[in-house]
């Protein structure tokens, strides 16, 4: 198989003279393939087979241990002006970059296959959508791009018609960290990574595309490509409204895509339009209006189980690749959190006895067609994609930020969103539970200056009519014991009437120095079981904490210099003012 499009053809070729493999192959995205794939995993040990009683065609695949999360230092925006990368970005010259990776892909491919993977991030027949090529040497990556994405004949011919695409190249060179890159071009819209197998790093549709080079080209474009979950709450007289939410690697976006209602809320229905990238544009009506660019979940492993999240759990009982988990004597796959069976065998496949440590890695991830999700919305196949009536920005805080509030106006929710914060997880090489600026949870994400990001959402109070509020949440706050004072999941969903509700005026607030803040009395509290004395440290203010939060928020924007909008200086001064 080839092409008719005579840049990609070219492109395949210049690969191959670079990467010297031994075979090419065109994916086609048919089951058979997959199939063919599979049983050549098997047999090379890629894949191991799972319990495939309990866990019909379920797979593991086990990364070298040195190759288990994102890798934010290896990391780098090449644009020709390092002032467009920006302080949020690690920057390398345009040719640099390339005669550096390109020196590590010389005949990394050899004695291997070389994949085409055309895919496309979106509905195949959206005008929102976006394509790309990955030429990858990984089965692995082909497997999971065929989930995460649409992937195959569909995507070559909207390739074929439109011209252009986004190219991606990727090789698992020698796994080594000393010669691992992961090199973006938004200028070229070109991607290179090497010496990585994993997720975000390999998987060149997901972050690298869907973000790093879409934020880049909806910030030319007049659009958003942002790190949100997209999901539908149906009220129980049959209103749905969607809401997105902007939450770090790690922080909940999944969970709160497929959250299951509480009991003593009957009535209310979710529906998971995306649990992980959103893409927003301004519709006729002057909306947002948003698709979800992914057709499947790469999602944490680690504490799903039948309690937290129900709809997570069962969805990953079949059909789906476990990446790094731990396996029981009988072949079923386990991690910490889940609360059946014994691991015998730990995340590296050595075998296990309880106290080693977890069992499971922390970054241990599943990879499922979104179809597989009990309450996936068909609104996700929409070309016209959801309006959105609310926009969530939300981290991992055990301290400081309330259970919720609301920001003023837009512009103060560009603040809101700007100043963020979370703990760092195990989604990233590094240190955790180290609470770092994460504006919009895009600090990983975000392919250009942050400065020129904040000004483009400052942009759409000119180019929308009807904008979404803008609300803060955290689910993460802990008592001086450490323990979670509130107990999220689905309780998450109180948080969500109470939005729901002030976007149709429906319900009131106290009005404070960070925002709206729901009172005792604007809070659905039926069934619920969290004390008065916990829930009021949830829902107020602690202004000296606050003061100096907007300090440091304000020595944030500083490092971004001449770059950082006038209307979000004028908006932390405010805010700072106005906690007196
Ligand atoms: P990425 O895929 O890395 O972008 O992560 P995500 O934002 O989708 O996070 P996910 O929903 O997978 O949750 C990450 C971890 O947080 C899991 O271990 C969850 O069990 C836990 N978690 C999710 N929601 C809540 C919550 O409401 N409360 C608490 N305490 N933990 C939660
Ligand atoms: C994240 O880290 O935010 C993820 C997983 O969603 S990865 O695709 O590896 O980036
Ligand atoms: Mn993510």
């Known amino acids: 198989m080839s092409t008719s499009n005579v840049s990609l053809k070219n492109w395949v070729d210049e690969v191959a003279r670079l990467t010297q493999p031994a075979s090419i192959y065109w994916c086609t995205g048919s089951d058979a393939e997959n199939s063919n794939l599979i049983e050549a995993m098997l047999e090379s040990g890629d894949l191991i087979k799972l319990n495939q009683t309990t866990h019909p065609n379920c797979y593991l695949h086990r990364s070298d241990p040195s190759d288990v999360a994102r890798v934010e230092h290896l990391t780098f925006v090449c644009t020709r002006s390092k002032e ?22 010389a005949g990394a491919m050899r004695g291997r296959t070389l994949y085409v993977i055309p895919y496309c991030m979106g509905p195949i027949d959206s005008p929102y959508s976006r394509c790309g090529v990955e ?51 938004p200028e ?100 947002l209006r948003a698709i979800n660019p992914e057709a499947g979940y790469f999602g944490v492993v680690p504490g799903t189980n039948s309690k937290t999240n129900h709809n997570a759990y069962d969805m990953i009982r079949r059909d789906t690749i476990f990446t790094n988990v731990a396996v029981t004597a009988d072949g079923q796959p386990w991690w910490e959190g889940l609360e059946e069976g014994t691991p015998t065998t730990n995340w590296k496949g050595q075998p296990y006895t309880p106290g080693d440590g977890p069992a499971a890695h922390p970054n241990s991830r599943f990879t499922v067609s979104a179809k ?39 512009a103060h929710g560009v603040l809101v969103g700007a100043g963020m914060a979370s703990e760092t997880t195990a989604a990233a090489v590094g240190q955790t539970g180290v609470v770092r600026r994460d504006s919009m949870a895009m600090k990983p994400f975000c392919g250009y200056n942050f400065g020129d990001y904040w000004q483009h959402w400052l942009s759409f109070e000119h180019k929308a009519k009807q904008l979404p509020r803008i609300f803060h949440v955290n689910w993460f706050r802990r008592d001086a014991q450490g323990r979670f004072m509130w107990p999220g999941f689905g309780e998450n969903l109180r948080v969500l009437r109470w939005i729901t509700e002030r976007c149709e005026g429906k319900v009131g607030a106290q009005e404070t120095a960070i925002g709206h803040l729901p009172r005792r009395q604007d809070f659905d509290l039926y069934g619920l079981d969290v004390d008065t004395a916990t829930l009021d440290a949830l829902l107020s203010v602690d202004a000296a904490a606050w003061r100096t939060e907007m300090q440091e928020i304000g020595t944030y924007l500083d490092q971004f210099g001449a770059r950082v909008p006038d209307a979000l200086r004028a908006q932390q001064r405010k805010v700072l003012a106005a906690l007196g």
């Open 84 to 105: 467009d990368a920006g302080p949020n970005n690690n920057w390398m010259e345009p040719g640099e970059a390339h005669r550096k990776v390109d020196a590590l892909f």
């Open 135 to 185: 030429i990858t040497d990984s089965p692995y990556v082909v497997a999971n791009m065929r989930i995460m994405t649409r992937m195959g004949t569909e995507a070559l011919r909207r390739i074929e018609r439109e011209g252009s695409f986004v190219k991606g190249l990727h090789s698992i060179g020698d796994l080594s960290p000393e010669r691992r890159y992961i090199m973006h071009f």
């Open 372 to 410: 597989r999700n009990p309450i996936y919305s068909t609104l996700a196949d929409a070309p016209e994609g959801v309006p959105i009536s609310a926009i969530l920005f939300g981290g991992r805080r055990r301290e400081v930020a309330p259970l919720v509030y609301e920001a003023h106006d837009w």
């Open 188 to 287: 070229e819209l070109t991607i290179k990574s090497i010496g990585s197998g994993y997720g975000g790093n390999a998987l060149l549709g997901k972050k690298c595309h869907a973000l790093r080079i879409a934020s880049w080209q909806a910030r030319d474009e007049g659009w958003l490509a942002e790190h949100m979950l997209i999901m539908g709450l149906q009220n129980p007289e049959g209103r749905t409204h969607y809401i997105a939410a902007a939450f770090p690697s790690a922080c909940g976006k999944t969970n709160l895509a497929m959250l299951v209602p509480p009991a003593s809320m009957p009535g209310w229905k979710i529906w998971t339009v995306g649990d992980d990238i959103c893409w927003m544009q301004v519709d006729d009506e002057g909306r």
